[in-house]
Nanobody, 127 residues
């Protein structure tokens, strides 16, 4: 399972960015895809996930109402639209996939067990 996150950059607080997650070597069908982030000096945390089976999406409280996750199965790509960005959103963002159902348990389980983290994409939000 190889996933590549892209689309990060520098943005002012209140701004927006769209991250992309592209898969290689497998198709998204049947997977849940999740976004995770790791800020300097902090543990990696789950942000959001989406089921490619039924489109169900889950968001952690800190991003609910500001981030929107979506999946284009035909392109084998998943997106994280981030709006109203805050300095505390600054982190390296990663994507991961698993057959577990999208939920807070998915984010916790994958956060600790996923073994194919890519390089991620850096999001920096200036105040």
């Amino acid at each position: 399972v190889q996933l590549q996150a892209s689309g990060g950059g520098l943005v002012q607080a209140g701004g927006s960015l769209r991250l992309s997650c592209a898969a290689s070597g497998f198709t998204f069908d049947g997977y849940s895809i999740g976004w995770f982030r790791q800020a300097p000096g902090k543990e990696r945390e789950g942000v959001s996930c989406i089921s490619t089976v039924n489109g169900y999406a889950y968001y952690t409280d800190s991003v609910k109402g500001r981030f929107t996750i979506s999946s284009n199965n035909a392109k084998n790509t998943e997106y994280l639209q981030m709006s109203s960005l805050k300095p505390e959103d600054t982190a390296v963002y990663y994507c991961a996939a698993d057959f577990l159902h999208c939920s807070n348990l998915f984010l916790e389980e994958v956060r600790t067990t996923f073994g194919s983290w890519g390089q991620g994409t850096l999001v920096t939000v200036s105040s």
